[in-house]
């Protein structure tokens, strides 16, 4: 599971993955959830601790290490439990590996994210989790700048990203942008669905 067994995806910062997803449902199931107005940046989770989802569970025991998620059990909200067409997109990774935080990431026409670094998102990282990216909307006018350079992401496709490198987004347009993101622990896998799409 280490570099040496997937001596590929050593010093990649992106990889487009195999996976190809409908956007056009994925957009109709965001739509149905009537999400209210916001400013600038919004993170709507789909799948979280479960003390968050279910109130009555008790706070997890504190932790000496919270990259990659094992600190607590992880629950579906209800927004992800009416959502047939996410749940199935997710369900195909849950079946391979351990997915914990999936959130819908939606940015305001003419916002920015600063530059920026998640330090445990990487495969290289020795305990964390990875993020895979699956745009929803996009408009020709919003960019995301990894380690300088834009990814080419259009909806639907699902992208591997090394986010604890310098990562921005500008959007320049006047729609807002949709991603949906799924945060799982990299095993074995996911880390040859990434080597096999280079």
Same mark, same amino acid.
């Given at each position: 599971?280490?570099?040496?067994?997937?001596?590929?995806?050593?010093?990649?910062?992106?990889?487009?993955? +195999? =996976?190809? =997803?409908?956007?056009?449902?994925?957009?109709? *199931?965001?739509?149905?959830?009537?999400?209210?107005? =916001?400013?600038?940046?919004?993170?709507?989770?789909?799948?979280?601790?479960? +003390?968050?989802?279910?109130?009555?569970?008790?706070?997890? *025991?504190?932790?000496?290490?919270?990259?990659?998620? !094992?600190?607590?059990?992880?629950?579906?909200?209800?927004?992800?439990?009416?959502?047939?067409?996410?749940?199935? $997109?997710?369900?195909? =990774?849950?079946?391979?590996?351990? $997915?914990?935080?999936? /959130?819908?990431? /939606?940015?305001?026409?003419? !916002?920015? $994210?600063?530059?920026?670094?998640?330090?445990?998102?990487?495969?290289? *990282?020795?305990?964390?989790?990875?993020?895979?990216?699956?745009?929803?909307?996009?408009?020709?006018?919003?960019?995301?700048?990894?380690?300088? +350079?834009?990814?080419?992401?259009?909806?639907?496709?699902?992208?591997?990203?090394?986010?604890?490198?310098?990562?921005?987004?500008?959007?320049?347009?006047? !729609?807002?942008?949709?991603?949906?993101?799924?945060?799982?622990?990299?095993?074995?896998?996911?880390?040859?669905?990434?080597?096999?799409?280079?």
């Amino acid at each position: 599971m280490d570099s040496l067994t997937y001596p590929k995806t050593i010093g990649l910062d992106r990889v487009k993955l +195999h =996976f190809e =997803f409908n956007a056009d449902r994925l957009l109709e *199931e965001v739509q149905k959830m009537k999400l209210s107005g =916001f400013e600038y940046y919004d993170a709507l989770p789909l799948r979280a601790p479960a +003390h968050l989802v279910d109130p009555k569970l008790p706070f997890p *025991e504190p932790s000496g290490d919270y990259a990659d998620g !094992s600190w607590t059990d992880w629950l579906d909200t209800d927004l992800l439990k009416g959502s047939d067409y996410i749940s199935e $997109v997710i369900e195909n =990774f849950k079946q391979n590996t351990t $997915v914990n935080l999936v /959130r819908i990431l /939606r940015l305001s026409a003419y !916002s920015e $994210v600063k530059e920026h670094t998640d330090p445990t998102l990487a495969l290289e *990282e020795e305990k964390s989790m990875i993020r895979l990216t699956i745009p929803i909307t996009n408009n020709p006018e919003c960019d995301f700048y990894l380690n300088g +350079h834009v990814v080419p992401m259009k909806p639907g496709e699902c992208w591997y990203l090394k986010l604890n490198d310098p990562h921005k987004i500008i959007n320049r347009g006047n !729609s807002e942008r949709i991603n949906l993101t799924i945060d799982m622990i990299p095993n074995d896998w996911i880390r040859g669905q990434i080597e096999n799409s280079i």
